[in-house]
């Protein structure tokens, strides 16, 4: 599966962003889908993931209650809406896909190139 990633920019502390993971050449149903972030200087960080069967979804403790992740099966698109966004949240932003664990950097099989997202303060 290739993944295409989407949807970064620049926002002030407290704004939005949505972003978007298009899959092409496997649908994403036959994967568990992930976000992860990688600020500069700092290890690659867990985001966010949806199950194969989009039934469950799991978030880093930093991001809880302020991003949603989703998909469009239809689109074969997996998103990840991001509020309240703050400025340690700045970091290039990767979707990642994998048929077994998508919450470890050290096991996804599949990823994005990146999506730099920016929030000034």
């Known amino acids: 599966v290739q993944l295409q990633a989407s949807g970064g920019g620049l926002v002030q502390a407290g704004g939005s962003l949505r972003l978007s993971c298009a899959a092409s050449?496997?649908?994403?149903?036959?994967?568990?889908m992930g976000w992860f972030r990688q600020a500069p200087g700092k290890e690659r960080e867990f985001v966010s993931a949806?199950?194969?069967?989009?039934?469950?979804?799991d978030y880093g403790d930093s991001v809880k209650g302020r991003f949603t992740i989703s998909r469009d099966i239809a689109k074969n698109t997996v998103y990840l809406q991001m509020n309240r966004l703050k400025p340690e949240d700045t970091g290039v932003y990767y979707c990642?896909?994998?048929?077994?664990?998508?919450?470890?950097?050290?096991?996804?099989?599949?990823w994005g190139q990146g999506t730099q997202v920016t929030v000034s303060s």
């Open positions: 990642a896909a994998d048929r077994n664990i998508v919450t470890s950097p050290r096991f996804v099989d599949y």
């Open positions: 050449g496997r649908t994403i149903s036959n994967y568990h």
């Open positions: 949806i199950s194969r069967n989009g039934g469950s979804t």
